[in-house]
């Protein structure tokens, strides 16, 4: 019972969340009908996300091509994060079978008996996992939120008969979207289609913060197994100090198999991540100046910029979760190394203590999370994303004339 507890405390926020856009990979042992129900909740999803959403605004482009402030609003404020969210859960799906078996070896773990030292270590970073998942969510839904009761208080004040009644989210469909119910029906499948976005958008990140975050526990239990393995109570014998080993070394490679493979099936994802969020941060500081300068132009300024700063802390939240994650796998990973010289080899045999030079020597290779195989996440480049961000709206205001209207005024 306590291990299904701490199980559903670890894993439920982040189950239910995938499962509603059937991308969850549940254990191997699902049946074919739950694989079936899964698999029409993505293609739903996918639908919205798409047909009502990335295609019709990535038309819209053409028609306005070359003007900024419209082009930033439809990159940024939709079609970006939108295509994004599709993009991660098309990764997901595509990668269940191998998320499948990650999934399966999470659960075993928390189902194989453990010191009370060793459960107290995972609840914490269970506990870190499960806090993520529900302030990203929070944030996540809160900002979506807010920017659909703005835009419902703007279209409700026109007439239904103007033809320049604004839509939910601006796009293009190749039909008369103004009369009723067809105009009611697209803004209702915009909303749907905006709620799955920000639950796929947030649901993987917070899945992989979380299989992340336990492989970071898992090192700091293997951690302490391989600093006490020469104490004096086990020390008596070669054999039994070489049976310990052998299991600490294999427990070792299969957590490298484990971020390994977690490496190999987003690393694309996360590339494309980094370049969304760091071309999302342009444009939304782009979009706070251009409500600050043109005040006269937007009805509710304050309640846009309380969207646009969401907005901003949303992007930069999730791409600071990838960065911070990362940082401990890297540095988790080559404490194994440490752990095994504070241990007490001096104790051991010559030939014995050779033995924790191989996994000395392994762990100096860390395990990171790259952006497509080329540049490991880290706190390092959280910094160099909104350093660059900032560098691009430097550009763009002055490409723009921003800057000019901002020294005027």
């Known amino acids: 019972m306590d291990a299904d507890r701490d199980l559903n405390f670890a894993v439920g926020w982040n189950r239910f969340n995938l499962s509603l856009i059937g991308i969850w990979p549940g254990p191997l042992r699902n049946s074919k009908q739950k694989v079936g129900l899964s698999r029409c909740r993505f293609i739903i999803a996918g639908f919205f996300m798409l047909g009502f959403m990335c ?10 091509w070359g003007n900024a402030d419209m082009m930033t609003e439809n990159l940024a404020t939709a ?30 773990d928390w189902y194989t008996p453990k010191t009370s030292a060793e459960r107290t270590n995972m609840l914490k970073t269970a506990k870190l996992g499960r806090r993520i ?15 659909i009761v703005l835009r419902l208080s703007i279209i409700i004040r ?20 103004n009369r009723s119910p067809i105009f009611e029906l697209i803004c209702v499948c915009q909303i749907l289609s905006a709620y799955s976005a920000t639950v796929s958008y947030t649901g993987n990140d917070c899945f992989i913060s979380m299989l992340v975050l336990h492989i970071c526990g898992q090192f700091r239990n293997l951690r302490e197994r391989l600093k006490n393995l020469v104490n004096e109570s086990n020390a008596k014998t070669p054999d039994k100090f070489k049976k310990e080993l052998r299991r600490i070394i294999k427990r070792h490679e299969h957590l490298n198999w484990f971020a390994k493979t977690i490496e190999d099936s987003f690393n694309m994802m996360m590339l494309i991540q980094m370049l969304s969020c760091t071309v999302q941060l342009c444009f939304q500081g782009f979009q706070v100046f251009r409500i600050l300068i043109n005040k006269e132009e937007h009805g509710s300024v304050t309640f846009q910029l309380i969207f646009l700063v969401s907005f901003v802390a949303f992007v930069l939240t999730h791409l600071y ?24 080899w001096f104790n051991l045999r010559g030939k014995q203590a050779k033995n924790l030079l191989f996994m000395m020597q392994r762990s100096t290779t860390p395990l990171t999370l790259t952006a497509g195989k080329f540049s490991a996440f880290s706190l390092q480049m959280f910094s160099t994303i909104v350093r660059t961000s900032l560098g691009y709206l430097s550009v763009l205001l002055t490409v723009t004339g921003s800057e000019k209207i901002i020294d005027n005024s």
């Open 55 to 64: 295609i019709p605004q990535s038309v819209n482009l053409i028609f306005i």
């Open 79 to 108: 079609n970006i994060p939108v295509a994004n969210s599709f993009m991660k859960a098309f990764t997901t799906w595509r990668q269940r079978k191998a998320l499948k078996l990650l999934v399966n070896f999470f659960y075993q």
């Open 133 to 147: 998942s529900i302030w990203c969510t929070v944030l996540t839904q809160t900002m979506v939120t807010i920017y």
């Open 158 to 177: 026109i007439p239904r008969s103007d033809p320049a009644r604004p839509m939910l989210y601006t796009a293009y469909f190749p039909f008369d979207i």
């Open 321 to 344: 979760i990838y960065c911070h994650v990362g940082e401990m796998l890297l540095v988790q990973s080559t404490e194994i190394g440490f752990s095994a010289y504070e241990s007490n």
